[in-house]
């Protein structure tokens, strides 16, 4: 068991040390490399699909196919839940 | 591929089959005859006659076959068939004397050697399922025996065959060298040098050991000895399946010789002799019985002869440690030893002997 | 100068409540402390341009992942075990 | 059971939250917001309910089959406005109905806020909003149910 | 680019030594009850928070992030309230 | 320009009261206690300042801008909301507390204790 | 345009979709009576399995099938993917008929062994959605996606490893595999978001045309780290397999078939990754982690192999045995990769990599329809006595004559045993892997004869030995069990016959696809 | 360095919630755990795709300045719907275990055939 | 029936709060949006009509609305005022004197109790803690309990509301 947690315990620092160089190393803050995507979908929001709102342009329109699988996410967790708290016959 | 060709194979393969099972059969009986008389002439007895064990298959065939009570019938059935059509099938896969193996190229086109590594499982997976099935405590211990050599001797088998392929891939121009063709046409003694020679040596010592363990003879055999347990897993049987099961550890005798043949002395005689056509191919079928009796002597008669039986767990011990040290030592030794070759400038044996 | 000074108030405060909520033994006060999270995250979005997604936590997070949690406490033990 | 008070008060705004949630759904592709986040506010109402006044007496009302089949819905008018894409557009998920002259069709200038914009967003708003609204809250009751009965057992 | 006016700032940060305070009171809290009180307290500060931050910037979506908080805050409250309270859901 | 003086004094108003909960939640003795600074403060602060974005969302209106009405409505709504739902969320946390067992601290009387030890 | 073609054209999405109509509509239909709803959703499966091998049709004759969502217009920008596509190559399409075998399988399966259950409405939408993550995952040509149909996939098994509640260890399986399952999906996300903000682009192809031996820098490496780490251990690769045996071994048979999909499908992402979303800068050496790979997938041979020595559980066992097939796949793939990743290897022994890597791929196959197999025998069993424990199980060989029949192909086929598939895949391997090093086919081929001693020895305490009272009046496994059964071994025994016709149609292509991700990359720009 | 303060914070969050989830023995913090993990990562994305002085990408009334870029909260509201889905079935499931072990401690389950 | 209608009419009315400026009928609305709110407000009104309105409609008259906003921004302000500089008082100097107190105001409508219940929790140094279920008697914590107002159980309500049951009775009863 100790071992197990040492194991661990190195895993995470490393994963840690990782982490916190990636944080370092990426863009600085607020300051992003220009998204081409991001900008077309702002200007062609309005056109395109008729939104103001880029966010939803985005979810419904431009990704909306994440939208299904997200709301299939929802929707099976909801089952998933149901199906855990059903009745189960005791045998 | 047209119809034609296709016929032609097909009834190549048919008559090649029934040939082989046939010649099989009747030498592996022969054998089986004549190592009794050897080991009882080693032993200072009389022994039966040569043909005794003809006599014994025949009787079995007439005798009733009694099904126990405690079994399962249609497990206990089919067990003996399988076991004796995947013994003829491992002949098939073999050439035999100048005839390449009736099976070449047909099924699968290359890999036969790992083809026949599993092969070799088959008939002793069926003793095993037989064993199982008939119910019986004695049968169980011995089948549970039978599975501890086997997965035992696998090991060193497996290594056998993997550095004799390793080695033929480092050559140049040589594809598919798991091929038991491409094995037989590049005898590897021809290109080893000094270490690799002692490796492959260690190899064929490992291979000679693995064979009476494989055949469940003496030394190893303890999952079907009488004296052991009563007959083993085979104490249930009686009458035709009984003498399938006797069949094919016949059938596997020849089998298990000829791999050793066909990996360790692919040599035939007919090239040395420069001839060609029908006589080559009887003078390549003698040397090759010669060959077969010569290692079946070896390896079994001798062997059985010589050393007592192991118990359980000293077989399985026997193979698991020195075995696969032994043949482990031969891998490395055959690994290092084209390194050695070309960084030290050592010709191969064959060249300081001065043979080619 | 200022509103960057927020964006460094902020995620030191989240990363403050998300310590507590972990080191807490009474899962309780680790639950309510998630909540404290999940409200200074959805600031943090809304800091961030991101009104959209700061609705969305706030829909969840005032509401939803406390309700679960709590039943989920009530159904269960409410104290972490000694070690 | 929670006091007199906070029943009282939770019957009050629950309207409140109701209509509100519905606003964001509606207005989902003007304002921040859209189906996920109003059917999250109206399900928190609907939680709200339950707090307040019991997971027996909200049981009565409306049970989990109930909701399972709404959430059925909703998802099934979700990926009929997909197919419809499919059907009219040419690929699934076309928005068909953008910059035509059909419900919804309207393209909005960048001044004024019309409802009457977005294609197939505002359907899919809607599809998206009942079926979380009626997940989310499926979920909380189904373990309060769960968790109520078991304890009174 | 829109600047935020530096009251507005002043504000925002005075608002955070708040949240700061009732933080503390989530901390060290002896009982559950007076984690609530800080909870709700920062929830409170919070929303007048956005909404000083939505006037800021002159812009009304930013206060129906506000609402949808002011709405429905208390649900948790109510939630850990009937959990103290114990009996059943 | 009244207008941006009520706004900065409203906002002054508001946020001293803000602190003043905060510094009460520190350092009262109870629960009670500690519920009468941070409801009451916070809610009166919070009326103070969003009042104050209201008279600022009016301002604008009056300076021509719709969008300012828009502004001052919804910041109401957000009060109301505070306004409903802040007291009940007081009202509910004391009762679970006092049912939960903590009691006032130096209490000179607790007509509740008592009602509840008759049952 | 008849509508063939249009059904073509539109197959990906269908195939995805059609699934997940049936799951919305499952409750629905479940209210019209239990065998209404069971034929509706096998319909719905064949409809799904007539779109994939329609789709596999045009796939395998050379072409990669994209399908842009929701765009008429602006499609494809100059040099930016704006919408989410789809794109579908012989990989893909390859892991889809894999999936659709194993779904449709499990359905017809649990007609009857689902019967006496509650909650079954919730089971068979489950089922499908755990399909439709799988395709999602499979098809998918945009990263985000993918780990949103991941999340779908895990979610949906974890739901249905708990299926029996009032199995406690069940239950607990489940919670493992969801920790686990959720971190992997988190790491996922949390690399996906490292490359977009450094790459702009949420495509795979867009990515990978992106990542160049110029731009990688330590940010790539990291995503390659999390994302690797997430997806093996969503595959159940060896440091984090201890989830794996757990949720195989305690859900409904039914269930642990689709979950070897599901697995492999994580598997299929790791392929994806390291072949393709870093095929350019597959020769720097960060990225050639080949050797890992191979290390692991022996690591995880043996452990499969040992642990299955010393369980008693039958389906856990069985499971363990699946853990050691994983092994083989990557050990197969890893190999590939090592050679193909370096440059002074990769033109000498280029076919070897080749021929290594359509062994592992093969061998997916394989291993889905062999523990498929085995893990539906188990089921049956259960189904037949309710007993799990091998030490209390023993001669229903005598009234299960069919059951055992299938066991004894499964347990040849798992275990490589010639006229069976697993032998042409793995004989693939071994055949291959002796290159790199001949110690690696010696382990293989141990690791997979001891599997066989096991396997025997599951055959002989379960199916064989002595009579049981107990046991005495069991019957024969229902028909659409029986069914389910002998369709896999009837593909079995198909694919064993005829390893070459399966290898040049199905895993030929699947392997031209990730070892050429050019052309895969390259579509954006030109071509198609 | 003092810029990316937002990214070591969302860095620090995952690291803390990996730390409960590998050293925490109460499966209710374990999933708590996970549940910061998700914050963290939702936070990053919206961090990577903020801009200075931006406002949200939304065409209001009042014209605005530069937008902060959209994708990344489409993104993180997807994610978001996850977490809760996520959040619920493991709950859930702690439930059911704590109704078989009577505990919610890690080390003490596994207990007991079947 | 008349519950669905008013409860629709509250909800449609709050729509319309929160959607002005989107068009031009009288300045603020726009025709879809009306159109919209009225389809959203039935659906909102349906779902919560029972809910909304318990028994009575009393509160539908708009008298007591206007009483209401007076009450609101009169007494109630002016209490909260009040409330907040005592407690800025004891904060800043921590003298306190706490205890629960019983008091006994004679409503009898819920709606009636709630908005005491509120406005006592936002008034002067007290807090209510509990409400009898069957008497609506309150329970208040008291945060500077008078000696003189204990000598009488239940406590007289002046000392704690002021004149908030006066209000509060004639708005909701």
């Known amino acids: 068991m100790e071992g197990r947690m040492l194991v661990a315990a190195g895993s995470l620092t490393i994963v840690s040390i990782f982490l916190i160089f990636g944080a370092l190393l990426i863009h600085p803050f607020g300051v992003p490399n220009a998204y081409k995507m991001d900008q077309y979908i702002i200007d062609h929001t309005q056109n395109e699909s008729g939104a103001n709102n880029g966010v939803t342009a985005v979810v419904f329109d431009y990704r909306g196919f994440d939208t299904l699988g997200e709301a299939t996410v929802l929707f099976t967790a909801v089952a998933g839940v149901i199906l855990v708290f059903r009745r189960v016959k005791k045998e | 591929m047209d119809i034609g060709t296709v016929s032609i194979t097909i009834l190549t393969v048919i008559f090649g089959a029934i040939g082989v099972t046939l010649f099989g059969i009747i030498i592996g009986l022969l054998y089986k005859g004549i190592d009794r008389k050897i080991a009882a002439h080693m032993q200072g007895r009389v022994g039966p006659p040569i043909r005794q064990p003809f006599l014994d298959v025949i009787k079995l065939f007439v005798k009733e076959n009694i099904v126990p009570d405690n079994a399962i019938p249609w497990v206990f059935h089919l067990a003996p068939i399988i076991g004796l059509i995947a013994s003829i099938t491992i002949l098939l896969y073999l050439p035999i004397g100048g005839f390449p193996a009736v099976l070449d190229g047909i099924i699968t086109s290359k890999g036969d050697l790992i083809l026949l590594l599993y092969l070799l499982i088959i008939p002793s997976l069926a003793l095993v399922t037989g064993g199982f099935s008939s119910g019986s405590p004695y049968a169980i211990v011995g089948a549970q025996r039978e599975m501890a050599t086997m997965i035992a001797y696998e090991f060193p088998l497996a290594i056998i065959i993997v550095t004799i392929a390793w080695r033929l891939s480092l050559m140049q121009n040589v594809s598919h060298v798991f091929t038991l063709s491409t094995i037989t046409s590049i005898p590897l003694w021809n290109i080893l040098g000094p270490l690799g020679f002692i490796g492959m040596i260690l190899l064929l010592l490992t291979l000679i050991i693995v064979t009476p363990a494989e055949l469940s003879k003496i030394p190893f055999d303890a999952p079907e000895a009488e004296t052991e347990i009563a007959g083993g897993l085979l104490v249930e049987y009686s009458g035709r399946n009984l003498a399938m099961f006797y069949l094919t550890d016949a059938v596997k005798t020849v089998a298990m010789g000829s791999i050793i043949i066909a990996l360790f002395f692919p040599y035939n005689l007919s090239p040395i002799l420069s001839m060609n056509g029908y006589p080559a191919y009887i003078i390549d079928f003698l040397f090759y019985l010669l060959k077969l009796f010569l290692v079946i002597l070896f390896s079994v008669t001798l062997i059985r002869v010589g050393v007592a039986r192991l118990k359980i767990d000293q077989i399985v011990y026997t193979y698991w440690v020195p075995l696969t040290l032994l043949a482990l030592i031969g891998l490395i030794c055959i690994m290092w030893d084209q390194t050695i070759m070309t960084q030290f400038g050592i010709p191969s044996v064959v060249e300081i002997l001065g043979l080619t | 100068m200022i509103i960057e000074l927020l964006h460094i108030i902020i995620p030191i405060l989240i990363v403050a409540t998300s310590l507590v909520a972990v080191l807490l033994r009474d899962l309780m006060a680790s639950a309510i402390s998630l909540a404290a999270m999940s409200l200074l995250l959805s600031l943090e979005f809304y800091i961030l341009q991101a009104p959209d997604v700061a609705i969305a936590e706030a829909g969840v997070g005032a509401c939803l992942t406390t309700a679960i949690l709590v039943l989920a406490i009530k159904a269960t033990a409410r104290m972490e075990e000694e070690s | 059971m929670m006091s007199k008070i906070v029943k009282t008060i939770a019957g009050i705004s629950f309207p409140f939250i109701t209509i509100y949630g519905l606003y964001v759904i509606a207005h989902g592709h003007l304002t921040p917001g859209g189906g996920f986040q109003g059917g999250a506010i109206v399900a928190s109402g609907l939680i709200l309910l339950l707090v307040a006044y019991g997971t027996d007496w909200i049981i009565e009302k409306i049970k989990e089959s109930h909701l399972s089949i709404l959430e059925s819905l909703g998802a099934l008018g979700f990926i009929g406005v997909a197919f419809l894409g499919l059907i009219f557009g040419g690929m699934f998920f076309t928005n068909f109905i953008a910059g035509t002259s059909m419900l919804f069709g309207g393209i909005p200038t960048s001044t004024a806020a019309n409802i009457n914009t977005g294609g197939t967003l505002p359907l899919m708003n809607f599809a998206v909003g009942l079926k979380v609204i009626a997940g989310l809250f499926a979920i909380v009751l189904v373990m309060a149910y769960a968790i109520s009965k078991e304890e009174g057992e | 680019m829109i600047e935020i006016g530096m009251e507005y700032l002043t504000i925002l940060l005075l608002l955070f030594i708040t949240i700061i305070l009732a933080g503390i009171r989530i901390i060290k809290g002896p009982t559950t009850p007076d984690r609530v009180v800080g909870l709700d307290t920062v929830n409170t500060v919070v929303i007048v928070g956005m909404v000083i931050f939505g006037a800021a910037y002159r812009e009304v979506i930013y206060i129906d992030v506000a609402i949808v908080y002011a709405l429905l805050s208390f649900i948790s409250t109510l939630f850990i309230a009937k959990y103290l309270e114990g009996g059943r859901f | 320009m009244i207008a941006t003086y009520i706004i900065y004094l409203f906002m002054g108003i508001g946020i001293f009261f803000m602190l003043l909960g905060g510094i009460g939640l520190i350092r009262f003795p109870d629960v009670y206690t500690r519920l009468h600074a941070g409801t009451k ?79 | 345009m008849n509508i063939l073609d249009i059904l073509l054209q539109q197959s990906p999405a269908l ?514 | 360095m003092i810029a990316n303060i937002p990214f070591l914070a969302v860095m620090a969050m995952i690291i803390i919630g990996l730390a409960t989830v590998v050293f925490k023995r109460n499966l209710i913090k374990m999933v708590i755990g996970v549940s910061i993990i998700e914050s963290g990562v939702n936070l990053f994305l919206i961090t990577l795709g903020y801009r200075e002085h931006s406002v949200a990408p939304i065409y209001t009334a009042s014209p605005g300045g530069i937008m902060s870029y959209p994708v990344p909260q489409a993104l993180t509201l997807t994610s978001i719907v996850i977490g809760v889905a996520v959040l619920a079935l493991m709950l859930s499931l702690v439930i059911y275990i704590y109704r078989h072990y009577k505990t919610l401690d890690i080390r003490k389950l596994g207990g007991g055939e079947e | 029936m008349l519950a669905f209608v008013v409860t629709s009419l509250v909800c449609f009315l709050t729509y319309l709060f929160l959607t002005t400026g989107s068009g031009s009928i009288a300045g603020l609305w726009s025709i879809e949006e009306i159109l919209l709110g009225l389809l959203l407000s039935l659906f909102a009104g349906f779902i919560s009509q029972n809910i909304f309105i318990k028994d009575s409609y009393r509160m539908a008259n708009p008298k007591r609305w206007l009483l209401f906003l007076v009450y609101l921004f009169g007494p109630f302000f002016i209490g909260m005022a009040k409330a907040n500089f005592d407690v800025a008082y004891r904060v800043i100097t921590g003298k306190i004197n706490p205890g629960i107190v019983r008091i006994s105001p004679g409503i009898k409508t819920d709606l009636g109790i709630t908005m005491l219940a509120n406005s006592i929790t936002l008034t002067p140094g007290t807090l209510s803690v509990d409400v009898d279920e069957k008497t609506n008697d309150l329970y208040v914590h008291w945060i500077n309990v008078k000696e003189e107002a204990l000598k009488k159980k239940p406590v007289d309500e002046r000392y704690i509301c002021g004149s908030f049951p006066k209000w509060v009775r004639r708005i909701a009863e």
């Open chain 6, 41 to 119: 403060c916070t809610t009166f602060g919070s009326i103070f300042l969003t009042l104050s974005v209201v008279i600022l969302g009016l301002k604008t209106w009056y300076l021509g801008d719709v969008n300012g009405s828009v502004l001052a409505i919804h910041t109401i709504i957000a009060l109301a909301a505070i306004l409903i739902t802040n007291p009940t969320g007081a009202h509910a946390i004391a009762r679970a507390a006092h049912r939960s067992g903590v009691k006032p601290v130096n209490a000179v009387v607790d007509d509740l204790e008592k009602e509840e030890k008759k049952k």
């Open chain 7, 15 to 528: 195939i995805v979709a059609t699934p997940l109509l049936g799951a919305f509509l499952t409750p629905l239909i479940g209210k019209l009576g239990y065998n209404v709803r069971n034929i509706f959703i096998i319909i719905i499966l064949a409809v799904t399995a007539f779109l994939v091998f329609l789709l596999a049709s045009d796939v395998f004759s050379g072409n990669i099938h994209t399908y842009v969502f929701g765009g008429t217009t602006s499609t494809v920008l100059s040099n930016t993917v704006i919408r989410i596509l789809f794109e579908v190559d012989g990989l893909s399409i390859f892991m889809a008929i894999i999936t659709v075998i194993l779904s449709l399988a499990a359905v017809i399966y649990s007609w009857a062994f689902m019967r006496e259950e509650t909650g079954q409405d919730k089971y068979y939408t489950l089922l499908l959605l755990m399909t439709t993550g799988m395709f999602g995952m499979v098809l998918t040509g945009d990263l985000f996606n993918f780990f949103v149909f991941l999340e779908i996939t895990s979610i949906a098994s974890c739901a249905l490893i708990a299926f029996w509640t009032h199995k406690a260890k069940a239950v607990e399986a489940a919670f493992n595999y969801m920790v686990i399952s959720t971190i992997g999906a988190l790491f996922v996300l949390l690399s996906i978001a490292f490359l977009y903000g450094k790459y702009d682009a949420l495509n795979i192809a867009k990515l990978a045309s992106r990542i160049t031996p110029v731009s990688f820098s330590f940010i790539d490496k990291l995503s390659l780290i999390l994302l690797l780490a997430a997806l093996t251990m969503k595959a159940g690769i060896a440091p984090m397999h201890m989830w794996l045996p757990d949720a195989y071994g305690r859900a409904p048979a039914s269930i642990s078939i689709i979950l070897v999909g599901a697995t492999q499908a994580s598997l299929y992402g790791v392929f994806r990754i390291c072949f393709t979303l870093y095929g350019n800068v597959i020769q720097i050496p960060e990225v050639s982690l080949g050797w890992i790979m191979v290390i692991l997938g022996l690591i995880t041979m043996l452990i499969g192999v040992f642990m299955a020595m010393i369980q008693i559980d039958f389906k856990k066992l069985i499971a363990y045995g699946a853990l050691a097939e994983l092994g083989y796949m990557f050990l197969g793939v890893g190999t590939g990769l090592t050679i193909l990743s370096n440059p002074q290897l990769s033109l000498a022994s280029n076919s070897f990599a080749l021929q290594a890597m359509k062994g592992g791929i093969f061998h997916i196959i394989n291993d889905a329809l062999d523990v498929g197999l085995l893990f539906l025998v188990a089921g049956a069993v259960y189904y037949a006595t309710k007993e799990s424990s091998l030490n209390n199980l023993g001669g229903i060989a005598r009234n299960m004559k069919y059951t055992t029949v299938f066991f004894l192909i499964g347990l040849l086929a798992v275990s490589g045993i010639p006229p069976m598939n697993g032998f042409a895949s793995k004989l693939l391997i071994y055949e291959s892997v002796y290159q790199l090093n001949p110690i690696l086919a010696i382990i293989a081929i141990l690791a997979s004869i001891m599997l066989l001693a096991i396997m025997v020895k599951v055959f002989y305490s379960a199916f064989l030995g002595p009579k049981i009272d107990r046991f005495q009046d069991i019957r024969e496994a229902p028909k659409s069990m029986l069914i389910a059964m002998g369709i896999l071994a009837s593909l079995i025994i198909f694919f064993g016959l005829f390893p070459d016709l399966i290898v040049n149609t199905l895993v030929e292509p699947a392997v031209k696809a990730i070892t050429h991700p050019t052309s895969y990359i390259l579509w954006l720009t030109g071509g198609v």
